[in-house]
């Protein structure tokens, strides 16, 4: 008796979705979606320690191959086939982050791109090209103890993104006054109190300086301005917010970050993300491209 066959394609992806699956922490939510034919396969909204939800949510396209060959003279880097402009498109303007998970049936692994992050480091292929060929790193396994953590933060560094040009842009067009400022507050009388205005200043750099180095993995070691304060006014007495010792205090560590956060941010605009600033602010690029690191 003839009876209706299934699709190899149909058993792949049962048998990808649920290796994924199992991957992701049990207390968050895995929403399917129904219409699979635009490039989203689903979400997975994150929840807490505290199993409270957070209302942030990631978008998954789902890949598989029976088994992954991985390339030795490329540092075990993976070419999956290129996919079409258009939904490439889709994904990189897509409000919530898209991330592309290649899964392998074999072994039951699975290895994640982000796919915003790739396209701004590919960004040339992705202008000139009608399809774009991703390239995926061993390293990047979900289905590792690290990789959760991992897919973390490549999640909010893309959420970020808008945010850390606003902020790149900020502190390299205020680099020399950045500079200045901070040389004219080291040193000064220790008792003396700090004006308004300087505070304010010193809040802005102290933010803008804070967010460049966790996204750039730099580190930030400083105390919240807030302590400094509270530490003066133990000192000093509560007459100004903060006093000049303190204040030459943060600004000796916030000199200690400038040409750090600088050489960072002309790697990823003049190297890792070249093609994309030159197209989209060519300007900042071709300043950051003639700077000599340690003017």
């Known amino acids: 008796m003839k009876m209706p066959k299934r699709a190899i394609q149909h058993i792949s992806e049962t048998a990808s979705f649920k290796i994924f699956s199992k991957c992701i922490p049990n207390n968050w939510i895995i929403r399917e979606v129904t219409e699979r034919d635009y490039g989203i396969d689903c979400y997975v909204e994150l929840v807490d320690k505290r199993n409270c939800l957070t209302g942030h949510l990631i978008s998954f396209q789902l890949k598989s191959q029976a088994e992954i060959k991985w390339s030795k003279k490329q540092a075990n880097k993976y070419n999956f086939p290129a996919i079409d402009i258009g939904t490439v498109n889709y994904w990189y303007f897509f409000a919530v982050p898209v ?145 000049e010792q303190q204040m030459s205090e943060i600004a000796t560590l916030l000199a200690e970050k400038l040409q750090p956060i600088l050489r960072s941010l002309k790697d990823v605009i003049c190297e890792q993300e070249a093609g994309y600033w030159l197209r989209i602010n060519n300007d900042l690029f071709n300043h950051m491209f003639n700077m000599r690191l340690g003017d």
Request: aromatic share 18%; with cysteine.
């Open 99 to 243: 991330f592309i998970c290649l899964v392998d049936i074999e072994i039951s692994k699975v290895y994640f791109l982000p796919v915003r992050t790739f396209v701004r480091r590919n960004f040339e292929q992705f202008v000139n090209q009608d399809k774009l060929l991703f390239t995926f790193h061993k390293q990047l396994e979900l289905s590792n103890d690290d990789g959760i953590p991992a897919l973390l933060v490549s999640y909010f560094k893309d959420l970020k993104t808008n945010a850390f040009e606003r902020n790149a842009i900020t502190f390299i067009t205020h680099y020399e006054q950045y500079q200045e400022f901070i040389e004219s507050n080291i040193g000064r009388d220790c008792f003396m109190g700090v004006e308004t205005d300087r505070i304010l200043y010193l809040k802005h750099m102290y933010n803008n300086m804070g967010f460049l180095c966790n996204h750039l993995d730099l580190g930030w070691n400083i105390d919240q301005i807030a302590i400094f304060e509270k530490k003066s006014q133990e000192i000093f007495g509560t007459y100004y917010r903060i006093y």
